[in-house]
């Protein structure tokens, strides 16, 4: 099946710090990808939909200055969470629909866990 | 907007005796459902998905899931489980735009 990638799967980092976790798509061609984050015991929370060629789409209580969302090309999209602080820490997981499937066949990536100290 | 409830978040059992974790949506217009799974280590995967027809739906690994419209409930099942099993089992529900809101997950643990 499609495989989605992400990249670090795991970084710490200090207070302040920015960091970008990149979120590939394989095999195929992603004009929308998704990032979510999922703290310890939670569900994972939708934060935005990246899109090829264009802005991101934000949703209600996502900071956008602080995660920055670039989808450079069909199979790249990156997110970079600005002046980290601990209260960043989480695990971020990206996925993506692959072109003109249905709701049911996203791919999800493995996840990284970002921690700041 | 839909969502979806998931109670109990951990569950342990034992090897071969049944399984079966609740999901209730709040919509109630037409329905779709998805159960996913993630094995530790490994990437979320699509389990089952009811979009309509047999409310009986058929996944991998042995488990179903039924669609009860009456009680807003997509309950996943699995009458005898195995310690490959243990895994977080997350129900979800379509919000548009091929996004996804999610429960907040069950933990599962089988022993062997």
């Known amino acids: 099946g499609a495989v989605v990638s992400q990249h670090p799967s795991r970084v710490i980092c200090k207070s302040g710090t920015s960091v970008k976790i990149e979120c590939r798509s394989l095999d195929f061609q992603a004009t929308t990808m998704f990032w979510y984050r999922q703290f310890p015991k939670q569900s994972l929370m939708l934060m935005a939909t990246?899109?090829?060629?264009?802005?991101?789409?934000?949703e209600q209580g996502v900071e956008k200055d602080k995660f920055l969302i670039n989808h450079a090309s069909l199979t790249l999209s990156t997110l970079t969470v600005t002046s980290a602080h601990p209260e960043d820490s989480s695990f971020y997981i990206c996925?993506?629909?692959?072109?003109?499937?249905?709701?049911?066949?996203?791919?999800f990536g493995p996840g990284t866990r970002l921690t700041v100290l | 907007a839909q969502s979806v409830s998931q109670h109990n978040h951990h569950v342990i059992l034992s090897e071969a005796a049944s399984l079966e974790l609740g999901c209730n949506y709040s919509y109630g217009g037409t329905v779709n459902l998805f159960w996913y799974v993630q094995y530790p280590g490994q990437h979320l995967q699509l389990l089952l998905k009811y979009f309509s027809g047999d409310p009986l739906v058929k996944g991998i690994k042995g488990f179903e899931a039924e669609f009860i419209k009456s009680k807003f409930s997509f309950n996943l099942r699995k009458p005898s489980v195995q310690w490959s099993d243990t895994a977080e089992y997350f129900c979800a529900v379509p919000r548009g735009n091929n996004r996804l809101a999610f429960g907040k997950g069950n933990q599962v643990v089988v022993i062997p």
């Open positions: 990246s899109n090829e060629g264009s802005k991101a789409t934000y």
């Open positions: 996925s993506a629909p692959p072109p003109g499937g249905v709701t049911d066949t996203q791919y």
